[in-house]
């Protein structure tokens, strides 16, 4: 089980570390690396659950296949290429939701994912003001600045931070050895969305910090004045940060109006499109070479996306492809906001309302499926329960590991070495 959830974690670290190759080669590999994981896991005669979101994500990814079975594609190259990418994310969400099944294996995932979360956050924002563009100061991104890590778009290097800055703060208030550890990665990370000057990362980071601490009241995660503590800690460190880092840029993004133009075209020209193919949409993976007809603007700019997630797929996959995709957000939305640790996922879906985390870049999407399958994974084994017994022996393992000890008083396990079951 820890070789695969290392071997997990560590396919989503290659993507994410090759996210600015635009090349082909990286993403086949990191498929092509997905699909042999998926069949090892088979040939061990490991059992895979149907589940109503592992439905509906099968349907979003058959959805292309259809559009190319009826010829309603206007590009047959970028729909095939979409339905690939679409194949991988439900490969990639069945097998996270298999191996992270495990409480165990659950926790060790997050807390390698926010120690890594906490790395590249400081690496990235480091970089960004003394690189000169170069990824890692070392290879050309064709960009002279504002390339932080491997992300050359502020917004989805934002996107990324939404996802596992939850997970931070979740593990700062559960985890009662390391609590200073994934405070000061939580606030290394809220500080860096700053430095990008993602004006919605900023606020979606800011409302993410704030549903977790009012979350862990709710539900008695930790004590208040445990609470109260950390909360003052992160805040500190957050505004040492920013002082140090500094604020400007994110102001001054707050004035410019020419992207609220370009969004406000793509957006009514993602509308005009949908009206004219509500039904079978113009193929996955082919915005882009539709808008050209719709635009109502010239800016001598090229738009290769909508800026907008949700009006792309309803463009791109109409109407009833949409609907697919809404019905497993549904289907996300409690898991992910009962296990606290999953209300990145909310985030980084609001997010696309805005920007487009979900396309271009298919290895920052990957992230947001396997932590959608943590959440799963959560509910469903709160959905399980334990026995008393299996519960008294959890809570001497973790007395030996010297982790968390029991539960606190007044909370119930629930499959989580210390994630407490749900409030009716």
Not at 9 to 38: H, K, M
Request: charged content about 15%; hydrophobic content about 55%.
């Amino acid at each position: 089980m820890k070789r695969d959830v290392a071997a997990l974690a560590s396919l989503l670290i290659f993507g994410l570390l090759t996210l600015w190759v635009d090349e082909r080669w990286a993403w086949s590999l990191f498929q092509t690396s997905v699909f042999v994981l998926a069949g090892w896991r088979i040939v061990r005669c490991r059992r895979w659950h149907p589940t109503a979101a592992l439905g509906a994500l099968a349907a979003a990814a058959l959805w292309p296949l259809l559009q190319l079975l009826v010829g309603a594609s206007v590009s047959r190259f970028r729909t095939w290429n979409a339905a690939l990418d679409w194949f991988t994310f439900l490969v990639l969400f069945a097998l996270a939701g298999e191996i992270l099944a495990d409480g165990e294996a659950r926790r060790w995932f997050l807390r390698a994912a926010a120690l890594f979360g906490m790395a590249l956050a400081a690496v990235a924002t480091a970089q960004k003001y003394s690189s000169g563009g170069r990824i890692f100061w070392l290879l050309s991104s064709g960009y002279q600045e504002d390339v932080l890590g491997p992300f050359v778009n502020r917004n989805q290097y934002a996107a990324w931070i939404e996802l596992l800055l939850p997970v931070a703060l979740w593990l700062a208030a559960t985890d009662r050895r390391f609590r200073t550890l994934y405070g000061t990665s939580a606030a290394v990370m809220f500080g860096s969305v700053v430095a990008s000057a993602s004006r919605a990362g900023f606020a979606l980071t800011s409302a993410e910090t704030l549903a977790v601490l009012v979350a862990a009241a709710w539900r008695r995660t930790v004590s208040r004045r445990v609470l109260a503590l950390g909360a003052v800690r992160f805040v500190a460190i957050t505004f040492i940060a920013t002082a140090v880092l500094g604020w400007q840029g994110l102001w001054s993004r707050w004035q410019e109006r020419t992207p609220e133009v370009l969004r406000a075209d793509a957006l009514r020209a993602s509308l005009a499109m949908v009206h004219d193919r509500p039904w079978t949409g113009s193929g996955l993976g082919t915005w882009s070479t539709v808008y050209p007809r719709y635009a109502g603007i010239d800016t001598g700019l090229y738009l290769n996306q909508a800026h907008n997630d949700w009006a792309q797929w309803a463009t791109e996959g109409g109407l009833p492809f949409v609907l697919v995709v809404a019905v497993f957000a549904g289907l996300l939305c409690k898991p992910a906001i009962q296990s606290i640790y999953g209300l990145g996922t909310v985030a980084f879906l609001l997010h696309g309302l805005v920007d487009y985390p979900m396309q271009q870049r298919p290895g920052l999407a990957a992230w947001f499926f396997v932590l959608a399958a943590a959440a799963m994974a959560w509910r469903a084994g709160v959905a399980a329960g334990l026995s008393a017994n299996d519960e008294l022996l959890r809570g001497v393992r973790a007395e030996r590991r010297g982790l968390e000890g029991a539960d606190p008083p007044g909370i119930q396990a629930s499959g989580e070495d210390s994630a407490p079951r749900p409030v009716p």
